[in-house]
């Protein structure tokens, strides 16, 4: 009787693993999608078209992006938080995703309750950089520079809420700076307005800064990152120039409905990894500025995680809001 008993506990799960391998074994068995809660074109829409066409190679069924942008990213990700957890929605996330709770006064999402981490694909860097007319060529000369003139110099960053203009303002408290705040709608135009010498100081991501600093129209002064970048390697990093604990960078990764079906966030997670490795593909990462990763997706969890309180007190301490 005891066997039968334990034979009628086990069956359940016997079934539930039989249903699982049958389910991997048949997947995708349509296409699937990537939502980007951004527009065409930013950094997040380029990665997540990339592994977007090397998923449809190797699986032979169609995986295609498709743009929410709208609300600093929170339209599409709240899209994605009430799609099917069926492994055919996938949400591609930039930093915003974990600093947005804390920034608007009201988001409807939670990105650790909401969603399930399946891989970090890839991280970036911020730098900052400056007109040449800037009379420092180091991150400590800077800071002594802002200092000695109270009020006198801004810095610009690409949107309210991202990493590069968090980074400012913890730069701000760590160093007691009145250093003005001037926000942009894009990297782009933060970058076009420190080369009129509108705003002397810039502090961006790597990628939409890379070009501007090796022909020598901003002065790199100093890559935000434990090592030098391999796409500005005459630029130090904070901790090199003596300024350390300001590391950041600008993430771009890869989540999942909550209840989306472990077997398949592993499919997903090892097919990206593989797919960043291939030497053409990383070349392209590498290209726009990024560092493979594509880590386990316990690892992406715990980064967010990590991120979220990080950024979250910056947020609080500089009484930054958005409603």
């Not at 066409?53 to 990700?77: D, M």
């Not at 890869?254 to 070349?283: C, F």
């Not at 493979?292 to 950024?311: C, D, G, H, I, Y």
């Amino acid at each position: 009787m005891r066997r039968v008993i334990g034979c009628l506990f086990a069956l359940p799960l016997t079934l539930y693993a039989i249903g699982q391998q049958a389910l991997t074994q048949t997947y995708p068995a349509h296409p699937a999608r990537i939502i980007v809660p951004f527009s065409a074109a930013g950094p997040t829409d380029v990665i997540a078209r990339i592994i977007a066409q090397k998923l449809s190679e190797a699986w032979g069924q169609q995986v295609y992006t498709e743009n929410f942008p709208g609300a600093g990213g929170n339209t599409g990700i709240v899209l994605a938080a009430k799609a099917a957890p069926d492994g055919y929605n996938m949400l591609a996330v930039s930093t915003g995703f974990i600093v947005n709770p804390s920034l608007y006064a009201k988001v409807p999402y939670d990105p650790i309750a909401d969603f399930s981490a399946v891989t970090l694909v890839a991280a970036s860097p911020n730098v900052i950089s400056t007109h040449p007319s800037v009379p420092a060529t180091s991150l400590q000369e800077l800071i002594a520079l802002i200092k000695s003139h109270p009020g006198k110099y801004s810095f610009a960053q690409p949107a309210t809420g991202s990493t590069p203009h968090l980074v400012g303002e913890l730069l701000k408290l760590k160093f007691g700076l009145d250093l003005v705040t001037v926000p942009f709608t894009g990297a782009g135009l933060a970058i076009n307005s420190t080369l009129g010498g509108h705003t002397p100081i810039a502090i961006t991501a790597l990628p939409p800064a890379m070009a501007t600093i090796r022909e020598g129209k901003l002065r790199g002064i100093a890559v935000l990152s434990t090592k030098r970048s391999g796409s500005l390697p005459d630029v130090p990093t904070n901790i090199e120039a003596g300024v350390p604990d300001l590391e950041s960078d600008t993430l771009t990764g890869i989540v999942a409905p909550a209840g989306t079906p472990k077997e398949i966030i592993d499919m997903w997670q090892q097919e990206i990894a593989k797919t960043v490795m291939l030497p053409d593909i990383k070349e392209r990462l590498e290209a726009l500025g990024f560092v493979p990763v594509a880590n386990s997706p316990e690892q992406f969890a715990r980064r967010l995680k990590t991120e979220m309180a990080k950024w979250g007190q910056i947020v609080r301490d500089a009484h930054i809001r958005v409603e």
